[in-house]
């Protein structure tokens, strides 16, 4: 049985109030608004854009893609912001252009892709603990809105200095701290080091949110229960697989679960579909959805049929009546 006070309290980060402590994290390529607004009715208190180009945001000044990451709709607020760079100035200059669109800004120090690390952003500056101070300290003087940062523990696994960055985030007044424990060198091999996060909350008085290899709602329960964490972030155990914050909000509550039916997982691929089909227009749904519809059919008899089906389709049309056929087909058969 979970500790009650998860099923009871409500989270504070700064001024924002979280009915829950399952957040869902911010990702590239796949926490656009469609899937937002997915993952946000089942339980997610907290849901974030994909990161956002604190460069690519100032040098356009205007409306462009970086800006159509800012895209968004009341139903799913309370919205992070999620800004990378390197530069202090730029990423405060980011801060203000989002300041209109976030209840919460959080700065990426986690992320391991070379794309960003090559340019210093992203994990890149756990290797520059005093640049990381510079930049904090920019965002919170244009900033008193709720600000957060996302690490990972270390650059490599003899640069853990997680507990560094998360006291110098503290000392210059972030409000909350997310930590994956894994290194940037491990990028998502491996497992990832629950026992950074317990030492990490120990450290430090500001809430600690933990994130890595959250697959399952024992897996969650497991991570609150196990590193004393304030509250716990969502990220590829979600994909596909929005009834997993729901079984979490339930369990934290002290309420039923019955997993969806293979119909019910169909209905909310047709409304993830047509939520992206509103937003992103034809063209690009084709191509963003069929990731997203492949994952609906995980652990599903024959969804490797299913998959390249739906990676062939051409139209929408098409992808709406694979997935009738396959989830009515699928459910007749359990």
């Known amino acids: 049985m979970m500790h009650k006070k998860y099923a009871e309290s409500i989270m504070d980060i700064r001024s924002l109030k979280l009915h829950n402590p399952i957040i869902l994290a911010p990702m590239a390529g796949i926490s656009d608004l469609p ?33 159509e990451l800012l895209d968004s709709r009341p139903e799913e607020r309370p919205l992070g912001v999620q800004l990378f760079g390197s530069d202090p100035d730029y990423l405060a200059q980011g801060a203000q252009l989002v300041a209109s669109h976030a209840d919460l800004i959080d700065l990426n120090l986690g992320c391991p892709v070379p794309k960003v690390t090559k340019g210093g952003g992203g994990s890149a500056l756990l290797r520059e603990p005093a640049q990381i101070r510079r930049i904090v300290a920019a965002m919170r003087m244009v900033w008193d ?12 696994f003899e640069n853990l200095n997680y507990l560094e960055i998360g006291k110098i985030a503290q000392e210059e007044g972030v409000d909350a701290i997310t930590l994956h424990p894994r290194t ?27 994130s890595g290899d959250i697959f399952t709602a024992n897996d969650g329960l497991r991570m609150l229960a196990e590193t004393g964490c304030d509250a716990i972030m969502i990220g590829r155990g979600g994909y596909g697989n929005p009834w997993l914050l729901a079984e979490l909000v339930a369990r934290l509550h002290g309420q039923p679960w019955q997993a969806p039916s293979v119909e019910a997982r169909g209905e909310v691929a047709h409304q993830h579909l047509n939520l992206a089909l509103e937003i992103l227009g034809e063209r690009r749904t084709l191509g963003e959805m069929r990731k997203h519809l492949c994952w609906y059919a995980r652990g599903l008899a024959g969804a490797a049929a299913f998959r390249q089906t739906i990676n062939n389709a051409e139209e929408i049309a098409t992808m709406h009546a694979r997935i009738d056929d396959f989830f009515v087909t699928e459910a007749l058969t359990v």
Not at 36 to 64: D, H, Y
């Open 145 to 156: 809105g709720p600000l957060t940062i996302k690490i990972r523990s270390g650059w490599d």
């Open 35 to 67: 899937y937002r607004l997915i993952m946000k009715p089942a339980g997610a208190a907290l849901v974030f854009t994909e990161m956002v180009s604190a460069v690519g945001l100032v040098r356009a000044q205007g409306r462009n893609r970086t800006f």
């Open 184 to 210: 940037r060198s491990q990028g998502f091999s491996g497992v990832a080091d629950w026992s950074h996060l317990r030492q990490l909350k120990e450290a430090l008085t500001i809430p600690v949110i933990g």
